[in-house]
C-alpha cells in the first residue's frame, strides 16, 4: 500500500516541478496523474464517482467540443482541442482518487509547497540571469524588447512572461498561506529571502493582468486568516498596495502607466499591450453581437477576429492576436451559453469555497478569474494545466478542514 501511496504523491508531485519542465514535457505530469490516478481506482474498493464535482470542471471542455457543431474550418482544430485535453483529464483523475476515499492531508501541501517554492526560485534566479545576459539591468536592452527572448529563446524553458509570472504567483500565495498556518519562525525566516526573490522577479516581468490577480489572491489569503481585530486586517491589507504602488512606481518600464494614456483607446492603434488590447476587444465584442447565442465554433473565431482585424489595423495583424480575454473567447466559441457556463464554473467555485471555508479554493479560483480577464489562460498548455490541476485539487481536498499542520517534521 506504501508504494501505492508514494506513487501517488509523485504523480502530484510533478506538477510542482512545472516551471522547470520543458515546454515539449509539461503534458507528462497529466498523464502520469491520469494512468497512476486510474490504476489506484481499479485495484482498490471504490464508492460512488463524484460526477458532479468532475463536470465542474469538465464541463468547460465539453461545451468547446459541442462548439464545433458551429465550426466550419477544421483546419489545425487539433491543437486547442489537445491543449484544452487538462480540462477534461485532470478532473477525472482527482474523481478517481477522490471516490476511493485517499485523502491528501495539509501537510502533504505543505511539503508540496516546499517543494514548488524551491523549484520555482530557481526558476526566478535562472530566468533574472537570462534578463542579465541579454543586459536588461545595464540598459543595453529595454525590458520590452527582452521580452521576445523570454518568450522565445530561453534556454529550452522559454515562456511567455505572462504564464512565467503565473508559474511565480501560485507558490509565493501557497507559501504565504503557510506562513500564517505554520507556528514556526525558522519557515518563515527561511523562505522569506525566496518570497523576496519571486516577487521581485515578478515586479521586474510587471505582468499587468496577472499582478493584480496576484494582490486579489493575496487579499483573500490575507483577510480570511488574520481573525484578530479589524485594525490588523487593514494593516495587512497595505501589504499588497505596497506591491502594487511598487509595481506602479518603481520599476522602470511602468507599464501602468499605459492604463492611463488615453490615446491607447482611439481609432489609430498604438503598438503597446493597453492599445492592442482595447483594439481585440473592440473586435471580439463586435463579433458577438453579430453570433450571440452559439458563437462560431471553436474553429472558427481566430478567423472571425481577423476579419475584423483588417478593419482595425495593420498592427493586429502582425501576429496572431486571440481575444486575450477567456470570458469573450468562450463567447465567441459556443455563444452566450460558453460564457455563461465559465462565468457560473467560477462563481460556483467561490460560492463553495465560501460555503466550506475553502481559503485555497477561493484564493486561486480569484486569481485564475482576474487572469482570465487579461489572457485566454485555458487555451495554453502553460495556463490550462495548471487552472485544472489547482482548481481540481482544492475543490476535491480542503485543506482547512483537515488535521492540524505538524511543523515538527
Given at each position: 500500500?506504501?508504494?501505492?501511496?508514494?506513487?501517488?504523491?509523485?504523480?502530484?508531485?510533478?506538477?510542482?516541478?512545472?516551471?522547470?519542465?520543458?515546454?515539449?514535457?509539461?503534458?507528462?505530469?497529466?498523464?502520469?496523474?491520469?494512468?497512476?490516478?486510474?490504476?489506484?481506482f481499479?485495484?482498490?474498493?471504490?464508492?460512488?464517482?463524484?460526477?458532479?464535482?468532475?463536470?465542474?470542471?469538465?464541463s468547460?471542455?465539453?461545451?468547446?467540443?459541442?462548439?464545433?457543431?458551429?465550426?466550419?474550418?477544421?483546419?489545425?482544430?487539433?491543437?486547442?482541442?489537445?491543449?484544452?485535453?487538462?480540462?477534461?483529464?485532470?478532473?477525472?483523475?482527482?474523481?478517481?482518487?477522490?471516490?476511493?476515499?485517499?485523502?491528501?492531508?495539509?501537510?502533504?501541501?505543505?511539503?508540496?509547497?516546499?517543494?514548488?517554492?524551491?523549484?520555482?526560485?530557481?526558476?526566478?534566479?535562472?530566468?533574472?540571469?537570462?534578463?542579465?545576459?541579454?543586459?536588461?539591468?545595464?540598459?543595453?536592452?529595454?525590458?520590452?524588447?527582452?521580452?521576445?527572448?523570454?518568450?522565445?529563446?530561453?534556454?529550452?524553458?522559454?515562456?511567455?512572461?505572462?504564464?512565467?509570472s503565473?508559474?511565480?504567483?501560485?507558490?509565493?500565495?501557497?507559501?504565504?498561506?503557510?506562513?500564517?498556518?505554520?507556528?514556526?519562525?525558522?519557515?518563515?525566516?527561511?523562505?522569506?529571502?525566496?518570497?523576496?526573490?519571486?516577487?521581485?522577479?515578478?515586479?521586474?516581468?510587471?505582468?499587468?493582468?496577472?499582478?493584480?490577480?496576484?494582490?486579489?489572491?493575496?487579499?483573500?489569503?490575507?483577510?480570511?486568516?488574520?481573525?484578530?481585530?479589524?485594525?490588523?486586517?487593514?494593516?495587512?491589507?497595505?501589504?499588497?498596495?505596497?506591491?502594487?504602488?511598487?509595481?506602479?512606481?518603481?520599476?522602470?518600464?511602468?507599464?501602468?502607466k499605459?492604463?492611463?494614456?488615453?490615446?491607447?483607446?482611439?481609432?489609430?492603434?498604438?503598438?503597446?499591450?493597453?492599445?492592442l488590447?482595447?483594439?481585440?476587444?473592440n473586435?471580439?465584442?463586435?463579433?458577438?453581437?453579430?453570433?450571440?447565442?452559439?458563437?462560431?465554433?471553436?474553429?472558427?473565431?481566430?478567423?472571425?477576429?481577423?476579419?475584423?482585424?483588417?478593419?482595425?489595423?495593420?498592427?493586429?495583424?502582425?501576429?496572431?492576436?486571440?481575444?486575450?480575454?477567456?470570458?469573450?473567447?468562450?463567447?465567441?466559441?459556443?455563444?452566450?451559453?460558453?460564457?455563461?457556463?465559465?462565468?457560473?464554473?467560477?462563481?460556483?467555485?467561490?460560492?463553495?469555497?465560501?460555503?466550506?471555508?475553502?481559503?485555497?479554493?477561493c484564493?486561486?479560483?480569484?486569481?485564475?478569474?482576474?487572469?482570465?480577464?487579461?489572457?485566454?489562460?485555458?487555451?495554453?498548455?502553460?495556463?490550462?494545466?495548471?487552472?485544472?490541476f489547482?482548481?481540481?485539487?482544492?475543490?476535491?481536498?480542503?485543506?482547512?478542514?483537515?488535521?492540524?499542520?505538524d511543523?515538527?517534521k
Amino acid at each position: 500500500m506504501s508504494k501505492k501511496v508514494n506513487i501517488k504523491y509523485i504523480s502530484l508531485l510533478l506538477f510542482a516541478l512545472f516551471a522547470l519542465t520543458p515546454n515539449n514535457l509539461k503534458g507528462l505530469p497529466v498523464i502520469f496523474l491520469f494512468v497512476i490516478s486510474l490504476f489506484i481506482f481499479l485495484k482498490k474498493k471504490s464508492v460512488a464517482y463524484p460526477i458532479i464535482k468532475v463536470l465542474k470542471i469538465a464541463s468547460l471542455y465539453i461545451v468547446l467540443l459541442l462548439s464545433l457543431i458551429n465550426t466550419s474550418d477544421f483546419t489545425g482544430i487539433e491543437k486547442p482541442l489537445t491543449t484544452g485535453l487538462s480540462l477534461l483529464v485532470i478532473p477525472i483523475s482527482f474523481g478517481f482518487l477522490y471516490s476511493i476515499k485517499n485523502y491528501l492531508s495539509v501537510n502533504f501541501l505543505f511539503n508540496y509547497t516546499k517543494l514548488i517554492l524551491g523549484v520555482t526560485t530557481l526558476y526566478s534566479l535562472w530566468l533574472l540571469f537570462f534578463l542579465y545576459q541579454l543586459g536588461v539591468f545595464s540598459n543595453k536592452i529595454s525590458m520590452y524588447d527582452a521580452i521576445a527572448y523570454v518568450t522565445n529563446e530561453m534556454w529550452r524553458i522559454n515562456q511567455h512572461p505572462i504564464y512565467a509570472s503565473i508559474f511565480i504567483a501560485i507558490p509565493v500565495l501557497l507559501t504565504i498561506y503557510f506562513w500564517f498556518l505554520s507556528k514556526k519562525r525558522n519557515f518563515i525566516l527561511i523562505t522569506l529571502p525566496l518570497i523576496l526573490i519571486n516577487l521581485f522577479t515578478l515586479l521586474i516581468l510587471e505582468r499587468k493582468g496577472v499582478l493584480l490577480s496576484f494582490l486579489f489572491g493575496l487579499l483573500v489569503i490575507v483577510l480570511s486568516l488574520i481573525k484578530k481585530n479589524l485594525s490588523r486586517k487593514i494593516l495587512m491589507c497595505f501589504i499588497p498596495l505596497a506591491l502594487l504602488i511598487a509595481s506602479v512606481f518603481v520599476i522602470p518600464s511602468n507599464r501602468f502607466k499605459e492604463l492611463y494614456e488615453i490615446q491607447n483607446y482611439s481609432d489609430e492603434l498604438k503598438f503597446n499591450s493597453t492599445s492592442l488590447r482595447y483594439g481585440i476587444y473592440n473586435c471580439a465584442i463586435a463579433k458577438i453581437k453579430e453570433s450571440f447565442l452559439f458563437g462560431y465554433g471553436i474553429g472558427d473565431v481566430q478567423d472571425e477576429l481577423e476579419e475584423c482585424y483588417i478593419t482595425k489595423s495593420d498592427l493586429l495583424l502582425e501576429v496572431t492576436y486571440n481575444s486575450h480575454n477567456q470570458y469573450l473567447s468562450y463567447f465567441l466559441s459556443a455563444g452566450v451559453f460558453g460564457f455563461l457556463l465559465l462565468f457560473i464554473v467560477m462563481l460556483k467555485a467561490i460560492k463553495d469555497s465560501k460555503k466550506n471555508n475553502n481559503i485555497l479554493l477561493c484564493a486561486t479560483t480569484i486569481f485564475f478569474a482576474f487572469c482570465m480577464l487579461f489572457e485566454n489562460i485555458l487555451e495554453r498548455q502553460s495556463g490550462v494545466i495548471l487552472f485544472s490541476f489547482y482548481i481540481s485539487l482544492f475543490s476535491f481536498y480542503n485543506f482547512s478542514e483537515t488535521k492540524k499542520l505538524d511543523t515538527t517534521k
